[in-house]
């Protein structure tokens, strides 16, 4: 090519990008003005991880990151971390002691540990304080035994409450890694056997990231416990809405002094106990969803089975290949979407019967619909601001467009409690 071509080229690739940079622009603003009239629900952004220099470092600040990974896993393999990283996930939230940390360096992967690890792991994001001390120790200060929080019963004296104490104790040891994102796990303490200041202290006196697990879909006694402290139905309790439900419960206490911090939801992908029933792909699917409708921040799996036909430390590994296709799927959508889910959503209504949160990404308003709960599956119909009239909808995942059934509605069916459906809406 000669000299004058090649300045000619370069002269059309430079119009030509900026052609595409100012219609992109164009499209932001369009989309924004759209949504200027419903106000942003108050959230984190992805930026709050630049405050601790663990979660910086590995790059959990970057709007294209999504925290998903699995709890007390073991990685003694590259065969198994490469099969980990197929499934789509990127973190590890704590490992088992005989883990091989050096197969971290370079792999891609965060970890979020608790001793002996410490600074010396490659990825390392942050610490892991305990997990259910709400139910283990109970809300109080008593003291702790020597078996410390990781002990079954971590009170010095059987019938004490020392849950309080023993994650202040937990927090300190944690300091020996400055700088680390510290994140605790809580259980059926916080979601509803305590009262609200006995949780809110759990959750607002020890964290930085905070997650709290209740299995829905297994449990055989979450049934009849929930319809006991919160009055929840019986025939609405093994419903993915209520990992949404959760997500709210936590960040309502989480609010209560006026610090707000990320909360992940937690999902089993198989039999967490022995005599529970077995979740199914699309619950697991549904409940992972209904979590980010309402504002979940990163997904821990528990796939642990120690029930169910398959048992095994690692049941996204070992068992259910349809569970791994499920989880793998969720993932690569998550991922996908969070540009979307790292920025706050726009509070707007959608119509009766929808559970659903409204965010924008690209240039487009990003859609993730749900039936409310307490209501059965079927068709739904979704009215739209006419500052979106005409805009094209589609639904990405599934590969198909939507018609719309009015000037600014549009019509779908959702053919199971735990059905979800992405939409995507632009100019």
């Not at 937690?266 to 699309?282: C, M």
């Not at 690209?362 to 307490?374: F, H, N, Q, W, Y």
Request: proline share 6%; aromatic share 8%; with cysteine.
């Amino acid at each position: 090519m000669s000299m004058r071509l090649a300045a000619a080229a370069l002269v059309v690739l430079a119009v030509a990008a900026c052609s595409t940079s100012s219609a992109e622009t164009q499209t932001t603003a369009t989309v924004r003005a759209a949504l200027a009239a419903f106000p942003e629900i108050p959230q984190l952004d992805s930026r709050y991880y630049d405050r601790f220099p663990t979660t910086a470092k590995a790059g959990w600040s970057r709007s294209t990151f999504f925290p998903v990974g699995t709890f007390l896993s073991s990685v003694r393999s590259r065969a198994a971390l490469d099969h980990d990283r197929a499934l789509g996930l990127n973190t590890y939230y704590t490992l088992t002691d005989n883990s091989n940390t050096a197969l971290l360096d370079g792999s891609g992967f965060s970890a979020v540990l608790g001793a002996p690890f410490g600074r010396r792991v490659p990825g390392l994001a942050g610490s892991f304080l305990g997990d259910e001390l709400d139910m283990r120790g109970g809300p109080g200060n008593a003291p702790v035994g020597p078996g410390g929080v990781q002990a079954v019963q971590p009170c010095l004296q059987s019938g004490q409450k020392c849950g309080y104490s023993a994650l202040a104790a937990s927090k300190k040891q944690a300091g020996a890694t400055p700088g680390a994102v510290q994140w605790a796990n809580y259980g059926k303490g916080v979601a509803y056997w305590e009262t609200d200041q006995e949780a809110a202290a759990f959750v607002n006196g020890f964290t930085d990231v905070v997650s709290t697990d209740v299995y829905w879909y297994t449990d055989p006694a979450v049934c009849d416990e929930a319809a006991n402290s919160r009055g929840l139905p019986r025939d609405q309790c093994r419903r993915a809405g209520n990992y949404g439900a959760l997500i709210d419960r936590e960040r309502a206490l989480d609010r209560t002094d006026g610090r707000e911090q990320p909360i992940l939801a937690v999902v089993e992908t198989g039999a967490p106990g022995d005599g529970w029933a077995t979740i199914r792909p699309e619950q697991m699917a549904g409940a992972v969803m209904s979590s980010v409708i309402h504002g979940a921040r990163g997904v821990v799996y528990f796939d642990h089975n120690f029930g169910g036909s398959c048992r095994a430390e690692h049941g996204l590994r070992d068992c259910d290949p349809a569970m791994q296709t499920a989880v793998r799927t969720v993932d690569r959508q998550l991922q996908d979407m969070a540009p979307a889910l790292n920025v706050p959503a726009r509070a707007m209504s959608l119509g009766p019967g929808i559970d659903a949160t409204v965010r924008t990404a690209d240039g487009a308003v990003l859609l993730i619909a749900m039936i409310d709960p307490t209501t059965g599956p079927g068709s739904r119909t979704f009215h739209l601001p006419s500052t979106m009239r005409g805009w094209r909808i589609s639904a990405p995942y599934e590969n198909r467009s939507i018609t719309r059934t009015g000037a600014d509605s549009f019509t779908d069916t959702f053919a199971q409690e735990s059905s979800y459906h992405v939409y995507r809406i632009q100019p």
